[in-house]
T-cell receptor
């Protein structure tokens, strides 16, 4: 069993829809990252959080430390949001991120 | 300012050859990470440098892999006697501060796509 699991693996949506991507992990962590990887391969860090909720534009990330679960929400989705979204956790007392396998999102006009 | 840069962007090599991949982190970033992303797989941690401390090499898959960071800046990942399973995208990231600090995000380079034929 992977230490970081994401769901769904693939997601398609119509422009304007509300998107939720989930991440569950099995280890104690000091931080969780959400990353975005575009088709060209470049990776951008979207959020890094250790508690609560963060918002940036149309993106919202939440984390529940007790339940070892995080969600990434995209409001009013747009075709340019099409990418792979990757959850990564930083376990306690390590310097090594553990990555989920990603969620491939396609938003159609 | 300039982001993390990597070179080459693509590298095709024959099985058994050695390759060197280069990473230029963002100026002033003390932490530098190497990751590997194999086709259809998730990202995999390889090695981590933090300042002048000894690197964390625990993610290197075999002793054919090594990395160094000169002067606390540029890093080179070397793969000796390449094998076909080494084919992947190798990503470098840097951070103002690494490790257990929760305050600093990582900035990724564009990656080097390595193909071993």
């Amino acid at each position: 069993k992977n230490e970081v699991e994401q769901s769904p693996q693939n997601l398609t949506a119509q422009e304007g829809e509300f998107i939720t991507i989930n991440c569950s992990y099995s280890v104690g962590i000091s931080a969780l990252h959400w990353l975005q990887q575009h088709p060209g391969g470049g990776i951008v860090s979207l959020f890094m959080l250790s508690s609560g909720k963060k918002k940036h534009g149309r993106l919202i990330a939440t984390i529940n430390i007790q339940e070892k679960h995080s969600s990434l929400h995209i409001t009013a989705s747009h075709p340019r949001d099409s990418a792979v979204y990757i959850c990564a956790v930083l376990p306690y007392n390590t310097d090594k991120l553990i990555f989920g396998t990603g969620t491939r999102l396609q938003v159609f006009p | 300012g300039a982001g993390v840069s990597q070179s080459p962007s693509n590298k095709v090599t024959e099985k058994g050859k050695d390759v060197e991949l280069r990473c230029d982190p963002i100026s002033g970033h003390t932490a530098l990470y190497w990751y590997r992303q194999s086709l259809g797989q998730g990202l995999e941690f390889l090695i981590y440098f933090q300042g002048n401390s000894a690197p964390d090499k625990s993610g290197l898959p075999s002793d054919r892999f090594s990395a160094e960071r000169t002067g606390g800046s540029v890093s080179t990942l070397t793969i000796q006697r390449t094998q076909q399973e080494d084919s992947a995208v190798y990503l470098c990231a840097s951070s103002p501060q690494g490790g257990t600090s929760v305050l600093y995000e990582q900035y990724f380079g564009p990656g080097t796509r390595l193909t071993v034929t």
